[in-house]
């Protein structure tokens, strides 16, 4: 079976530093792996996907992450973190088109100002 | 070009109750999900379809029902409310090539 691990419940960063929210997961078979945000009171908003191809995906509002096969890791980045970017951030993971999404926990981020 | 749409936002229901939570989309897409989300956990997939005409049960499925009839609709149907069907209902909806999912804002629902 599918499954994803956000191992932090919250992160916390101050402006301008480097930010990275992290996500393994765990299927037989090759991922499809997504970031998803969501803000206050809103539906989640696609960030960036992993298909194939290089493993360093880069996504919206500056975000990237980084597809690690050996580690089954995907985990999100930015080089300089903003307020603004404060919010719940959700990893999930696919085998293929024909089968449902599997999200993990969501990990709160809070960057300080 | 709206996207998902959802309604109502907001709704508070009695136990016993039913109501029906409606999702539309505009983008033609043939995937569509509903999931729910509980304070302070991620996503939980209740019912999805992959075209019209055709549902099937996700993790969650229990007190719920829907149906498909037109590409764009998908309507989450709760027969007898019960307390623990108080959460945030999440539409979503995908393209063929079954990539990243399309989101609604969401219905709060509290069941009382």
């Known amino acids: 079976a599918q499954s994803v691990a956000q191992p932090e419940d919250q992160v916390n960063v101050a402006e301008g530093n480097p930010l990275t929210v992290k996500c393994t997961y765990s299927?037989?078979?090759?991922?499809?792996l997504f970031w998803y945000v969501q803000y206050p009171n809103r539906g989640l908003q696609f960030l960036l996907k992993?298909?194939?191809?290089?493993?360093l995906v880069k996504g919206s509002y500056g975000f990237e992450a980084e597809f690690n096969k050996s580690q089954t890791s995907f985990h999100l980045k930015k080089p300089s973190a903003l307020v603004s970017d404060s919010a719940l951030y959700f990893c999930?993971?696919?085998?293929?088109?024909?089968?449902?999404?599997?999200f993990g926990p969501g990990t709160r981020l809070s960057v300080l100002p | 070009n709206a996207g998902v749409t959802q309604t109502p936002k907001f709704r508070i229901l009695k136990i016993g109750q039913s109501m029906t939570l409606q999702c539309t989309q505009d983008?033609?897409?043939?995937?569509m999900y509903w999931y729910r989300q509980d304070p302070g956990m991620g996503l939980k997939l209740i019912y999805y379809?992959?075209?019209?005409?055709?549902?099937d049960k996700g993790e969650v499925p229990n007190g719920y029902n829907v149906s498909r009839s037109t590409t764009e609709d998908f309507p989450l149907r709760l027969e007898l409310a019960a307390p623990s069907q108080t959460s945030v209902y999440f539409c979503?909806?995908?393209?063929?090539?079954?990539?990243?999912?399309?989101f609604g804002p969401g219905t709060r629902l509290t069941v009382l």
């Open positions: 979503a909806s995908s393209s063929l090539s079954g990539n990243e999912q399309f």
């Open positions: 379809s992959v075209g019209a005409g055709i549902t």
């Open positions: 299927v037989s078979g090759n991922p499809y």
């Open positions: 992993y298909i194939t191809g290089d493993n």
């Open positions: 983008m033609n897409h043939n995937y």
């Open positions: 999930a993971v696919r085998l293929n088109r024909g089968q449902n999404f599997v």
